[in-house]
């Protein structure tokens, strides 16, 4: 497993943006898959982004399609989540999960979240 450190979270506008870091430490996590969730007051916890360590294939939830942008950077070894064009509906608990990269494999590693609050 690898070891992941949520940050950037905050109070702010609707129609604002915000970026969220991830740290990422532990084992070589060059085959690994890292994720963004959320999981807002009352609800489950959703999928918002992912993309591949190695090669930085990206997917995302239809809900924040052309808003959001997952990145890697292979340096400081962090994951990063710009989001712009904040709604309301955006506000959640922000998580930073890893997977290994193939087929069935399940987010095994999470980090302790991250808030995010937008109002209108």
């Known amino acids: 497993q690898v070891q992941l450190v949520e940050s950037g979270g905050g109070w702010l506008q609707a129609g604002g943006s915000l970026r969220l870091s991830c740290a990422v430490s532990?084992?070589?996590?060059?085959?690994?898959?890292m994720g963004w969730f959320r999981q807002a007051p009352g609800k489950e916890r959703e999928f918002v982004a992912s993309i591949t360590w190695s090669g930085g294939s990206a997917d995302y939830a239809d809900s924040v399609k052309g808003r959001f942008t997952i990145s890697r950077d292979m340096i400081k070894a962090t994951v990063n989540l710009q989001m712009n064009s904040l709604k309301v509906e955006d506000t959640a608990v922000y998580y930073c999960?890893?997977?290994?990269?193939?087929?069935?494999?399940?987010?095994?590693?999470w980090g302790q979240g991250t808030q995010v609050t937008v109002s209108s």
């Open positions: 532990g084992r070589t996590f060059s085959a690994y898959v």
């Open positions: 999960a890893a997977r290994l990269a193939y087929a069935g494999a399940s987010y095994n590693s």
